[in-house]
């Protein structure tokens, strides 16, 4: 059985940088989907509209958020790849301490 969480974060609204950052979207890094497929992770799409950015990610039974974060702090790759990216994105108002990409709270389903 698969669990999807959803996310939420800006980016720094500026037209360029967010061209810039959606081309490197188009070439993310190898290590970086192998980063994310070894999780557990077996589907994630990222969605945008103006500099407000929406991701989806649907995991395994084996995914945890904390083996997640423990496997991407010590991956170099993964800690490239955050920093660079940390050039376009902007923590959102309302964010915990050390929090990028907020977790939203499902509040609908329709069946």
């Known amino acids: 059985m698969s669990h999807r969480y959803c996310f939420t974060l800006d980016l720094i609204d500026d037209t360029?940088?967010?061209?810039?950052?959606?081309?490197?979207?188009?070439?993310?890094?190898p290590e970086i989907k192998e980063s994310i497929v070894s999780a557990g992770v077996e589907q994630m799409e990222i969605y945008r509209v103006s500099n407000r950015l929406f991701m989806i990610m649907d995991v395994n039974?084996?995914?945890s958020f904390e083996a997640k974060a423990a496997s991407d702090a010590a991956n170099e790759k993964v800690q490239e790849w955050e920093t660079l990216m940390w050039n376009f994105q902007q923590k959102l108002r309302f964010a915990k301490p050390g929090e990028k990409w907020?977790?939203?709270?499902?509040?609908f389903t329709l069946q």
């Open 61 to 63: 039974d084996q995914f």
């Open 16 to 29: 360029g940088l967010i061209a810039v950052y959606e081309e490197w979207h188009r070439h993310v890094w």
């Open 102 to 107: 907020v977790l939203m709270k499902k509040i």
